[in-house]
């Protein structure tokens, strides 16, 4: 599990490098410093990514939060890319 420190503390490098949080959570850092959060899931046995925003526009705490909603929708059996 990240740590709002942890993140602070992450620096760009030469290649994009995911680092994860937990349960599909995990903040994708680009070489130009911007940093986004993604959450990676299982619909249909098919292998999906969903954007959920740019840190620090959405906060650690946030992007769980969200991450949770996406995989309670996958618990209804409803994709939540496609709600989007």
Same mark, same amino acid.
């Given at each position: &599990?990240?740590?709002?420190?942890?993140?602070?503390? *992450?620096?760009?490098?030469?290649?994009?490098? +995911? =680092? $994860?949080?937990?349960?599909? *959570?995990?903040? *994708? !850092? %680009?070489? %130009?410093?911007? &940093?986004?959060?993604? =959450? +990676?899931? @299982?619909?249909?046995?098919?292998?999906? +990514? &969903?954007?959920?925003?740019?840190?620090?526009?959405?906060?650690?705490?946030? $992007?769980?939060?969200? @991450?949770?909603?996406?995989? $309670?929708?996958?618990?209804?059996? !409803?994709?939540? !890319? $496609?709600?989007?």
């Amino acid at each position: &599990m990240l740590t709002a420190i942890q993140i602070k503390a *992450l620096k760009p490098k030469e290649k994009a490098y +995911k =680092v $994860a949080d937990g349960k599909g *959570l995990y903040l *994708l !850092v %680009n070489p %130009n410093g911007s &940093m986004l959060w993604r =959450v +990676k899931f @299982r619909f249909h046995g098919i292998e999906k +990514k &969903m954007a959920l925003g740019r840190y620090p526009d959405l906060s650690l705490k946030a $992007a769980r939060e969200k @991450r949770d909603e996406a995989r $309670a929708h996958l618990g209804e059996g !409803v994709d939540p !890319v $496609a709600l989007r």
